[in-house]
């Protein structure tokens, strides 16, 4: 079992920025892609990014290409959403996973808010 925990959330004005955190506690984080996902009221979730086990590639949805740079630090168990330039089209519930094999687990989700 993995356990995800994020923060970092919150409300902020369009063209600002955030940075999420997730950390994890339980099995190897290192033996373990991480991804964020998010989903907005009435939507299904979806993919935002993606980082493999050492950190050395990265995917991104084509809405947050060049806005958001996703990072993790296995010393800190823990992974990292930058987001700037930050639009309302972005508010949604945001969610860590982590993904080994057939092996997935979720964060309870942490809101983000973009709005003037």
């Known amino acids: 079992q993995v356990q995800l925990v994020e923060s970092g959330g919150g409300l902020v004005q369009p063209g600002g920025s955030l940075r999420l955190s997730c950390a994890a506690s339980g099995r190897t984080f290192s033996n373990y892609g991480m991804g964020w996902f998010r989903q907005a009221p009435g939507k299904e979730r979806e993919f935002v990014a993606q980082?493999?086990?050492?950190?050395?590639?990265?995917y991104y949805a084509d809405s947050v290409k060049g806005r958001f740079t996703i990072s993790r630090d296995n010393a800190k168990n823990t992974v990292y959403l930058q987001m700037n330039s930050l639009k309302p089209e972005d508010t949604a519930v945001y969610y860590c996973?982590?993904?080994?094999?057939?092996?997935?687990?979720w964060g309870q989700g942490s809101q983000v808010t973009v709005s003037s």
């Open positions: 996973n982590a993904q080994n094999g057939p092996y997935a687990y």
């Open positions: 980082i493999n086990w050492s950190g050395g590639t990265t």
